[in-house]
């Protein structure tokens, strides 16, 4: 099984500021990397999809990237309703893994 | 707009059985894969189990494989889940989830709630 180490677990942020979020593959997965943003009560909403692509409706402050098996999301400046757990997931093969998430704070 | 509404969650002895459905709109569901997605109370997300757009192949995660069984009706573009011997491991909330590019969970439905427990 492919495993996706995510971190951090928590991170808490203000205002303005850029936050970055990775994700550690634990072999090849290609592209196949997407990030969901869940809040508290609400299911996951889509993000960014083949590592880099931003998903539709989404502001163009979260941003993707690749290098080799590490993927990072990036907020470039921190807004008021960016807080909540942000997973990444593999979908290069079964079985799908999701990281464990990253609660994001406001400070 | 893509619609998915699961139903049929609630609280079940261990060992007995329980049927989920996810009532899809807004799209052919008849072109997509669908899948299974569950996230235990507190917990993160868990890959339950894949359908393919013609329902002739299924994918599952080793611990329900034998115990679940996903299938699809496509003309009445509903997607369901059937959990037989539950155990108390597989509470939690279960949400249906259509692929879309590039992505196996582009659209997500609101989830229903399974407990299992005496």
């Known amino acids: 099984d492919i495993q996706m180490t995510q971190s951090p677990a928590s991170l808490s942020a203000s205002l303005e500021e850029i936050v970055t979020i990775t994700c550690q593959a634990s072999?090849?997965?290609?592209?196949?990397l997407a990030w969901y943003q869940q809040k508290p009560g609400k299911s996951p909403q889509l993000l960014i999809y083949?590592?880099?692509s931003l998903a539709d409706g989404v502001p163009s402050r979260f941003s993707g990237s690749r290098s080799g098996t590490q993927y990072s999301l990036k907020i470039s400046r921190l807004q008021v309703e960016d807080p909540g757990i942000y997973y990444c997931?593999?979908?290069?093969?079964?079985?799908?893994?999701f990281g464990a998430g990253t609660k994001l704070e406001l400070k | 707009e893509v619609q998915l509404v699961e139903s049929g969650g609630g609280l079940v002895q261990p060992g007995r059985s329980l049927k989920l459905s996810c009532a899809a709109s807004?799209?052919?569901?008849?072109?997509?894969?669908m899948a299974w997605v569950r996230q235990a109370p507190k917990k993160g997300l868990e890959w339950v189990a894949t359908?393919?757009?013609?329902?002739?192949?299924?994918y599952y995660r080793d611990s329900v494989k034998g115990r679940f069984t996903i299938s699809r009706d496509n003309a009445k573009s509903t997607l369901y889940l059937q959990m037989d011997s539950l155990r108390s491991e597989d509470t939690a909330t279960y949400y249906c989830?259509?692929?879309?590019?590039?992505?196996?969970?582009?659209?997500w439905g609101q989830g229903t709630l399974v407990t299992v427990s005496s």
């Open positions: 807004g799209f052919t569901f008849s072109d997509y894969n």
């Open positions: 989830a259509r692929e879309g590019l590039m992505v196996l969970f582009a659209y």
């Open positions: 997931l593999q979908g290069y093969s079964a079985p799908y893994t």
């Open positions: 359908i393919s757009y013609d329902g002739s192949s299924t």
């Open positions: 083949g590592a880099t």
């Open positions: 072999q090849d997965i290609g592209n196949w």
